[in-house]
């Protein structure tokens, strides 16, 4: 199935990763995205071109924790629950989100509450308490987010973080945001002090503010980080990830009911590559998130009812299970395709996962129809509106294109979807998604007859409640026997208490 | 223009303190009309441009599931309205939908089903003459019944590596013997593995509850009322008014404190919930509000026992209070994960000893007004475009079919003194009202 010409493709990205740091000797302009308008609702993303790629070798977590004790810790001159007292009547609040290569501060506040709220955010970012006790707290939290809440209690959030791990083993984005437990356990203090020092500084900030500003508290916004230290400018290359070419499958050994499903592979493209518009679309056309309308729901939902739904992804989207749209700041050099089949009943699961390889190959090979393509170019020039109903996400939108260098985003969209054609999108179809190493990740109790399932390559037909469409039964027989081309080294077990550690 | 309103709303708000009398936590202009048939709908003419929101409030949810072996059914059936109808075969609703770059979902729960969608502005005709066509005349065989039921499992098991929702099924069966709010909105796991075994009591649901009469449609958008009544007018006026009305058994009080505890399979931190029988939602009565705002001082991010426990001995990871409104009398409750076993009692004693300390003491009156604040400034501040605004206000149009039960029931706030805080405090928080369930990991066969 998978072409030796493709692995070869694979190869070409394999770059070294490179980081070019030029120190930043004299006072240059902040860079900034302000959005003035008549809204009583200020809206803050303060964003430092930081993320958890900065994260020293064996200290991962360390910027994802830095951030939390800024946003969720003490002063200098407040603890923690003074702060939060400020904040009540409010209403208002301050939070980080921490990602590979980026982490930006949220809030937002009614202009009456501006100076008041602004002058508890100033304290925050610029005299942090680096208190043990908030260290403390915070660093369990994160332990037990990894040990308890993604390990134990989501099995869906599980599969795809554990995905990301192994698409980029030996990677800068290898490890969980979060960090991993062994090396959450031996963070100190002094780390994050150190961490905070060295890369939140005037190069890497990038100020958000949008809302009814005044000239003035620009100018004093501006002038309060000038105060930062300058650090030095980071241009980075974030390398394509190596990989191996064939099907991978680990399976993730957990006492569960019942079995979480995602797969994926490196896209070789981002929001600011010119086939991002094509390849977006094809997202949303096989499975655009939480939607009814996408092909693979249609296939193994709907007219199946093996599991509650199926999607696909060219952008990281996490916690979608609690969200309609993807958070803003979440930019990345290097993205993955993903497809996310949601739980199914064990015994459905070698069945499911053939179905989802029938389909995304199929994809491959025959591309979207005319009919499809207009209909999901419809949806989209439409849909854009929705990602940036709020003036926070807009904002969020605008830092995004800033750091891909590409302009309004649903302007860009807009434009860019009216030109596409159904050519455009098959060509990209084959260029990215076509012959690529596809790394699948199952979360199951019975790991072992899973995988015996697997490498027997026996058929797996499937019972249903009801006999579905005639021209379903006739695929199924198609699916049961579906090849998965995998080596049966390459099928391995992972009992749940090693992922992340 | 787009932020005249929000402007005007949170200026509002600011004036508060002084003029009693005239300000309102939701300051649009909204319409009422109804149908003769009992078809409400609810127009909120708003600035935020492009879009428009679409949400359609069935006042049904799990607490209508009377029958034994139903739990469940109304999430179900909410499944169920997406399968095609009449006029729209299977698949011709993502067609619409997808035409109209649409945001479409929907949701249940225990007093409600809310049907949710947010689109391009000049697609509601499409949409609504749509809704009206599976509302009237939806259609689905038994074998798409049954595959759907699949789908409604897959949902039932994606929820159940989470321990919260176990705890939750338990609590509820152990605090409620007779109403149906003793069942979770998704149901038992016997019940969702016999769905595919009730066809026909699908078809008698349906024509119970997707009534004219039980059904709010709620548009919010930069659109004219007079055009949306116009469409609804035309679409739905034919829909036949029902005649059922559910008898939800009354639940009889509680004469003792009872406990419950769940050993949970996987590793997992341990959970305690700590409940009390509380009052149902009223914007007249002040026992619920007053409670609601206990809900933030007592267990909320600032309170004591958030300090203690969370911020300096560290003991749990959160405790927070969850009580929503309903239609009939529920349960105040409070959770908490706990970081190492042996001080779930310990933790437990703390929550019982804030109840209690609440009944006691008068809250002081600064305290008060900050709340008050904050509730006022947050429903404001949450009210961010066409699909927040009809989102913030389903749950009221669900309990009085009208968004003037939110500006009520603010005002019974503003008028609340520490002291009816402290007796709704005292009326509810009695050891006879109490349920307390605590889940903790323990291997099968033995062990921990």
Not at chain 1, 464 to 477: H, M, R, T, V
């Amino acid at each position: 199935m998978k072409s030796a010409t493709a692995f070869i493709l694979t190869l070409i990205f394999l770059l070294p990763a490179f980081a070019m740091e030029t120190p930043l000797e004299k006072q240059t302009p902040l860079a900034t995205v302000f959005k003035p308008s008549r809204s009583p609702l200020i809206s803050f993303r303060i964003q430092f071109l930081t993320g958890s790629v900065d994260d020293p070798k064996g200290k991962e977590g360390l910027a994802a924790l830095t951030a939390a004790i800024i946003s969720q810790g003490g002063t200098k001159h407040k603890s923690y629950d003074e702060i939060v007292e400020a904040f009540y009547p409010m209403a208002t609040s301050f939070s980080a989100q921490t990602d590979k290569e980026m982490t930006t501060f949220v809030g937002n506040t009614h202009v009456d509450n501006l100076d008041k709220y602004y002058a508890l955010v100033r304290e925050m970012m610029f005299e942090p308490g680096f208190r043990d006790e908030d260290f403390k707290r915070l660093r369990e939290d994160a332990l037990n987010y990894l040990k308890t809440t993604l390990r134990n209690n989501n099995d869906e959030e599980l599969g795809k973080e554990r995905l990301y791990n192994l698409i980029y083993a030996g990677h800068p984005y290898e490890s969980n945001t979060t960090g991993r437990v062994s090396s959450l356990e031996k963070l100190t203090i002094a780390d994050v002090r150190a961490f905070y020092a060295k890369h939140y500084t005037q190069a890497s900030v990038v100020l958000g503010l949008s809302g009814n500003f005044t000239p003035k508290f620009e100018a004093a916004f501006l002038a309060d980080f000038q105060k930062l230290p300058m650090g030095k400018k980071i241009a980075r290359r974030i390398p394509a990830p190596s990989s191996t070419p064939g099907t991978k499958i680990d399976i993730v050994e957990r006492e569960t009911g019942s079995t979480a499903i995602s797969l994926g592979f490196p896209l070789g493209a981002n929001r600011k590559s010119p086939d991002y518009p094509a390849l977006a679309l094809v997202a949303s056309y096989f499975g655009q998130h939480r939607s009814s309308s996408s092909y693979l729901y249609g296939k193994i939902r709907e007219k199946r009812g093996l599991n509650y739904g199926d999607y696909a992804y060219v952008e990281y989207f996490p916690s979608g299970m609690y969200q309609f749209e993807p958070d803003p700041n979440l930019a990345r050099s290097q993205q993955i395709f993903q497809i996310w089949i949601r739980p199914v009943e064990p015994q459905n699961a070698h069945f499911a996962l053939r179905a989802a390889l029938f389909e995304f190959d199929k994809l491959v090979r025959d591309g979207l129809s005319k009919q499809d393509f207009e209909a999901t170019r419809d949806f989209l020039s439409k849909y854009v509106n929705i990602l940036t109903q709020t003036q926070s996400s807009e904002l969020g939108y605008a830092l995004d294109s800033r750091y891909y260098g590409m302009g309004d985003y649903n302007t860009y969209m807009k434009a860019a979807l009216a030109k596409l054609t159904l050519a455009d999108v098959n060509r990209a179809i084959k260029k990215y998604l076509g012959s690529k190493p596809m790394t699948i990740v199952m979360v199951t109790k019975d790991a072992e007859g899973l995988r015996s399932e697997i490498t027997s390559g026996k058929t797996s037909p499937i019972k249903y409640q009801a006999a579905p469409s005639q021209e379903i039964l006739d695929e199924d027989k198609i699916i049961q026997d579906y090849k998965i081309n995998v080596k049966p080294a390459d099928v391995t077990i992972t009992p749940v208490e090693r992922v992340f550690q | 223009m787009k932020f005249v309103i929000l402007f005007l709303l949170l200026f509002h708000l600011l004036v508060l303190g002084t003029t009693a009398q005239s300000r309102k936590v939701f300051p649009y202009n909204y319409t009422i009309d109804d149908l003769p048939n009992g078809l409400r709908l609810v127009v909120v003419p708003t600035d935020y441009p492009n879009l428009v929101a679409l949400y359609t409030v069935v006042q049904a949810g799990s607490r209508n599931e009377v029958e034994k072996g139903k739990s469940g059914y109304a999430h179900f059936f909410e499944h169920l309205m997406f399968r095609g109808s009449e006029n729209y075969p299977p698949g011709m609703f993502d067609k619409v939908m997808q035409k109209a770059g649409a945001s479409s979902n929907a949701y249940t729960s225990d007093d409600r089903t809310v049907y949710h969608a947010t689109f391009a502005k000049e697609d509601l005709e499409a949409i609504l003459k749509m809704d009206a066509d599976r509302f009237q005349h939806l259609k689905y065989t038994e074998d798409q019944f049954k595959t759907e039921a699949g789908a409604v499992l897959g949902e039932y098991n994606k929820n159940f590596s989470n321990p919260f929702t176990k705890l939750e099924e338990v609590m509820r069966e152990t605090a409620y013997k007779t109403h149906t709010y003793s069942h979770t909105t998704l149901g038992y796991e016997a019940d969702i593995r016999d769905f595919p075994n009730q066809y026909a009591y699908s078809w008698e649901f349906y024509n119970r509850f997707y009534r004219p009469e039980y059904t709010t449609i709620v548009v919010v958008g930069q659109v004219k009322q007079a055009d949306v009544l116009a469409m609804v007018k035309k679409y739905f006026s034919d829909w036949k008014r029902g005649d059922y009305t559910a008898r939800i058994p009354s639940e009889p009080a509680q004469d003792k404190p009872r406990t419950a505890h769940i050993d949970w399979a996987s590793p997992t931190l341990p959970l305690v919930t700590v409940s009390y029988r509380s009052p149902a939602y009223s914007d007249t009565k002040k026992d619920k509000a007053a409670l609601d705002l206990l809900s933030i001082i007592a267990f909320g991010e600032n309170s004591d026992i958030y300090q203690k426990l969370v911020l300096e001995e560290q003991k749990v990871d959160f405790v927070a209070a969850g009580s929503e409104d309903h239609v009939d009398p529920e349960l105040f409750a409070v959770y908490s994960r706990v970081k190492k076993q042996e001080d779930v009692d310990y933790v437990r004693d703390e929550i019982l000893k804030t109840y209690k300390h609440y009944t006691e003491v008068l809250i002081p009156q600064k305290k008060l007004d900050e709340t008050r604040m904050r509730l006022r400034y947050g429903f404001a501040m949450a009210m961010n475009s066409n699909d927040a605004i009809a989102s913030a206000i389903a749950p009221y149009i669900n309990l009085r079919r009208t968004p003037e039960t939110a500006n009520k029931l603010f005002d019974l706030i503003e008028n609340l003194t520490p002291a009816d805080i402290r007796d709704a405090a005292r009326q509810y928080f009695t050891e006879n009202n109490q349920t307390i369930v605590t889940l903790s990991y323990k291997k099968q066969g033995g062990g921990e």
